[in-house]
């Protein structure tokens, strides 16, 4: 394991950091759009004054700071695998390159002391998880990985209230940022109610008090899209069916689905989606910065 100077020596002189994920980067965004937000989180997160630490695997080692010239190749290249936290040794025994999803993500941070994690949204149950057994995950790991990861809710394209279900079986204490429902991705409201925290200071609180009790699990900020760029739950409805109908009819299954569905999502919506996934992956990381500091006060 790598971790970048800057990480390391902010690690070790308890400044904060905050982690971000690379499925992003190789498998959530078009090129050259993924790299340049990729750039625009790691600034955003340094504007905030903290430490931005990009993690993936880069043939064969896990990188915690990946550089600009591993993002760049990320973002370019071809075959980079999509990784969970249970295919990271595959991935570095063999030498190959993969990105992280939120649980190799959240895995990796927790194992170097990274305390804070932004993404956009994360994986959950799926829609016909009484059929297919397909839970993401990354619920798994949020239940056991001490750390409080920002995202916008779960993805839409999910079943969100057995994800919600799931979540409390495990555990994980899922919290509302200034709402008290859980958000859709897309859109700021699911009808799932939630408990409201209002500010950053807050969460850190709760982070605190949780450790003292020593429960070991994540707390999951679920923070809206910023209402100029939120989408209409029927509008993206829409988009999703249509985008499912073709997944079925193309056999497209398995972790191979989320990625597959977001891509078709921002070719219906004329690239709307892309721009609303940005905006909202932003939002998230501004939001954990201030968390960061606020966990070192």
């Known amino acids: 394991m790598r971790v970048k100077g800057d990480v390391k020596d902010a690690l070790m002189k308890r400044l904060p950091v905050v982690a971000l994920e690379s499925t992003i980067i190789a498998h959530g965004m078009p090129y050259p759009k993924n790299v340049e937000v990729a750039f625009q989180l790691e600034d955003t997160v340094r504007e905030l004054g903290c430490v931005p630490a990009t993690i993936g695997v880069v043939e064969g080692e896990v990188v915690v700071g990946m550089t600009p010239r591993e993002i760049e190749s990320m973002g370019r290249g071809e075959g980079v695998l999509k990784l969970s936290t249970r295919e990271i040794p595959l991935c570095v025994a063999r030498g190959l390159s993969g990105a992280t999803t939120v649980s190799a993500t959240s895995f990796i941070a ?90 950053e200071e807050m969460v850190a609180r709760i982070y605190r008090e949780k450790n003292k009790l020593l429960i070991s699990s994540a707390i ?29 009819r193309t056999g497209i299954s398995g972790k191979d689905i989320t990625p597959f569905l977001l891509s078709k999502i921002v070719e219906l919506s004329g690239g709307r989606s892309l721009e609303a996934n940005i905006q909202l992956v932003v939002n998230n990381v501004r939001v954990a910065s201030k968390i960061a500091r606020e966990l070192l006060k």
Do not use: Q
Not at 138 to 159: F, M, P, R, W, Y
Not at 223 to 235: A, G, L, S, V, W
């Open 220 to 248: 999951l900020v679920a923070n809206p899209i910023p209402e100029d760029y939120e989408i209409p739950k029927e509008t993206v409805d829409g988009w999703i069916e249509a985008a499912l109908s073709e997944c079925k």
């Open 110 to 199: 927790h194992r170097v002391g990274i305390k804070v994690f932004a993404t956009g949204g994360i994986g959950g149950v799926h829609r016909d998880s009484d059929k297919s057994m397909d839970i993401s995950r990354d619920l798994e790991e949020l239940s056991h990985t001490n750390l409080v990861v920002v995202s916008s809710g779960a993805k839409s394209i999910l079943d969100l209230r057995r994800t919600i279900e799931y979540l409390e079986t495990k555990g994980v204490l899922v919290v509302g940022f200034k709402t008290n429902e859980f958000p859709a991705f897309y859109t700021r409201s699911s009808g799932i109610t939630i408990p409201m925290v209002d500010s």
